[in-house]
């Protein structure tokens, strides 16, 4: 495992899901997380658990749809660690819709979040990587960037953009000692899609969510902490040679399905 000894690492949507999974991965690796989470409560709650844990952790309220509330929040790191090494972008939303059935607001929301978000951390943390002479971006992307999913309009095209964003970073700052890259999940089993089911199928959930395991040809969805694994590998020296890639954790989903 990657020893993070001595970095700064700031996860956004870091309080819940794939996100907490990250940030509790990199704390037990030695490194200093800051939590950037809209739900300000959740965000200490997660920071005093891996506190309690001896790992080292600090939550900062952010809305990342604002550039001011990102701005305050990474200042707030700033102030507390010193710097920051890594930045994870994985904050983002879902939608339900196809292109005739999204609503402008929510393509607006969910663009706002999932596109701008990502624009907004990257305005206040780039810089004072490139003063530092170096470090490391790593957004959460989706197999949606890259395969035609089912009334997923709004969420793929959120997605496609982060998929090259990813890229336009990895070319625009790699002289500046920036690596940029992506993790591109298929389904990941959180709270997100328990509640799904709970809401949309409350009589036949355990069929549902049979049914949402076998999409994937391993039989199952991912589990948050595989994510983390490799979000670890792609930000550590270990991964020192890797920039402007996209990395599919789908199960088999992409090249095995019949």
Same mark, same amino acid.
Request: glycine share 10%; charged share 20%; net charge negative.
């Given at each position: &495992?990657?020893?993070?000894? +001595?970095?700064? =690492? @700031? ?6 899901? #794939?996100?907490?999974?990250?940030? *509790? ?103 004072? &990587?490139?003063?530092?002479? +170096?470090?490391? =971006? @790593? ?6 960037? #890259?395969?035609?999913?089912?009334? *997923? ?106």
């Amino acid at each position: &495992m990657a020893d993070f000894s +001595g970095k700064t =690492v @700031l996860v956004t949507g870091g309080a819940s899901g #794939i996100g907490l999974a990250i940030s *509790r991965a990199f704390a037990e690796s030695g490194a200093e997380v800051g939590i950037l989470d809209f739900d300000e409560s959740a965000g200490a709650k997660a920071a005093d658990e891996i506190c309690d844990g001896a790992g080292k952790a600090q939550a900062f309220a952010c809305d990342v749809s604002s550039q001011d509330s990102v701005d305050l929040a990474v200042a707030s790191a700033k102030e507390a660690f010193g710097r920051v090494d890594v930045l994870i972008n994985n904050a983002g939303i879902a939608n339900i819709g196809t292109a005739t059935t999204t609503s402008s607001d929510d393509l607006d929301r969910v663009l706002s979040v999932n596109v701008k978000g990502v624009y907004h951390c990257l305005q206040a943390v780039l810089p004072g &990587m490139i003063e530092a002479g +170096g470090g490391v =971006v @790593l957004n959460m992307s989706s197999i949606a960037a #890259i395969t035609g999913l089912k009334d *997923r309009f709004a969420y793929s095209a959120s997605k496609g953009a982060v998929h090259t964003i990813t890229l336009s970073v990895a070319a625009d700052y790699l002289e500046h000692g920036i690596r940029c890259n992506a993790i591109c999940p298929a389904r990941v089993h959180t709270a997100f899609v328990d509640g799904y089911l709970e809401k949309n199928y409350p009589d036949n959930r355990d069929e549902m969510f049979e049914k949402l395991s076998k999409v994937q040809p391993v039989g199952r969805m991912a589990k948050p902490e595989e994510i983390a694994k490799m979000a670890l590998y792609l930000c550590g020296e270990e991964a020192s040679y890797i920039t402007g890639q996209a990395f599919n954790i789908d199960g088999g989903y992409l090249n095995l399905r019949v």
